[in-house]
């Protein structure tokens, strides 16, 4: 398989022949086909998107780094014939045989350098994209992602035909088949035979992992947080400084904040009542109520939900109880607290309006 060459014509009387190399832009496809396939399609078919996206978390950014890090191709294997002569020990291809090997690495050092770099560099972006932005969702991890591999793709691309054409690096595909047969059967060095399975052992076992991270049904870890806010002097939303007492007819700004760990996109419900409640004896009953807020909303995985709104009370009495019913998806006929998912309280007391 050929890449695609053309040809530009300089200020001088010599030609500069321009390459696309067909590895770099078949990377490119594969990415953009997996950010469509992860943004496209449902949760439902997360094990066949974390199939698909391993190759880009384990393998695509180290080899875009190699790649704009070594643009050379090396002669070793690469220039020998059919025959399984090597032509760079002829005296004529000496000088090229030299040029080759500057700033050049063999296929197994490539192979293993984008695997190793990219196992080592994607924490670190994480961990970076985690600190600028305070949560890791898919999203930013993604476009970290893609940024990198797009900037050391085009440098990669830029370096290669800075080179003459024949010492471009490109992938030996008519040699790949026979390069691996030699390697499994023994046909190199033993060392370099022991040094290669080491590798691929690594590999396999690392990427293994991270797909094992990625596939198995994470128990224990999903869940839904609710906090009652309210909001200071400076604007910001604290848990504290709740109102005690409140006045009929008069509003009270609150804020419910919903946080989504649950893994998937979800809908929730908040119901808030405020209640007249008996509690004598060891239970608490609700003798009156009056439904003083409402809202449903579809928050996004790892994404919170802050519902600022208004309390008006109507009802008046002393040690009246505000409460909170978080639902996922619909609410029941009569909501409380033996069908909420999640349930905020605060005592309050609420005196008549003095009009």
């Not at 391993?54 to 070793?76: Q, W």
């Not at 992602?145 to 990669?156: E, H, P, Q, Y």
């Not at 400076?234 to 007492?245: I, Q």
Request: net charge negative; proline share 4%; charged share 20%.
């Amino acid at each position: 398989m050929d890449e695609n060459t053309h040809s530009v014509q300089s200020s001088g009387s010599s030609t500069i022949s321009w390459t696309v190399p067909l590895d770099l832009v078949a990377m490119i496809l594969f990415v953009v086909f997996v950010d469509a396939l992860l943004f496209t399609t449902s949760t439902d078919v997360a094990s066949l998107r974390a199939v698909f996206a391993l190759p880009v978390i384990v393998f695509i950014p180290g080899y875009a780094l190699v790649a704009s890090l070594f643009p050379r191709r090396y002669a070793d294997y690469e220039r020998r014939d059919s025959s399984g002569t090597d032509n760079s020990t002829m005296a004529s291809n000496a000088g090229l045989q030299r040029s080759f090997q500057v700033r050049s690495i063999d296929w197994r050092a490539r192979l293993a350098l984008s695997f190793g770099l990219s196992l080592s560099m994607v924490p670190l972006l994480g961990l970076a994209l985690g600190t600028v932005t305070s949560s890791l969702t898919i999203e930013p991890v993604l476009a970290g992602l893609n940024l990198f591999i797009l900037i050391t793709t085009g440098v990669a691309v830029a370096r290669r035909n800075r080179l003459e054409k024949e010492e471009r690096f490109r992938v030996p595909y008519r040699n790949c088949l026979r390069v691996i047969r030699e390697t499994v059967s023994g046909g190199t060095r033993r060392f370099d035979h022991f040094i290669t399975v080491f590798l691929l052992v690594t590999v396999v076992a690392a990427a293994g992992t991270m797909g094992w991270v990625l596939l198995a049904p994470q128990s224990g870890e999903s869940y839904t947080g609710a906090t009652l806010l309210t909001e200071n002097g400076d604007g910001e939303l604290t848990a504290s400084g709740y109102p005690t007492t409140l006045t009929q007819g008069t509003g009270e700004e609150l804020v419910v904040r919903v946080s989504n760990n649950e893994g998937v996109e979800t809908t929730y419900t908040v119901v808030g009542e405020l209640q007249r409640v008996d509690t004598g004896g060891d239970s608490t009953t609700v003798t009156d109520s009056e439904t003083v807020y409402r809202e449903q909303e579809t928050v996004g995985t790892n994404e919170p939900w802050l519902t600022k709104h208004t309390v008006t009370p109507s009802m008046t009495g002393e040690d009246l109880r505000l409460a909170y019913y978080v639902y996922r998806g619909d609410t029941p006929d009569e909501p409380g607290e033996a069908s909420a998912y999640r349930t905020l309280y605060l005592w309050v007391d609420v005196s008549a309006s003095e009009s």
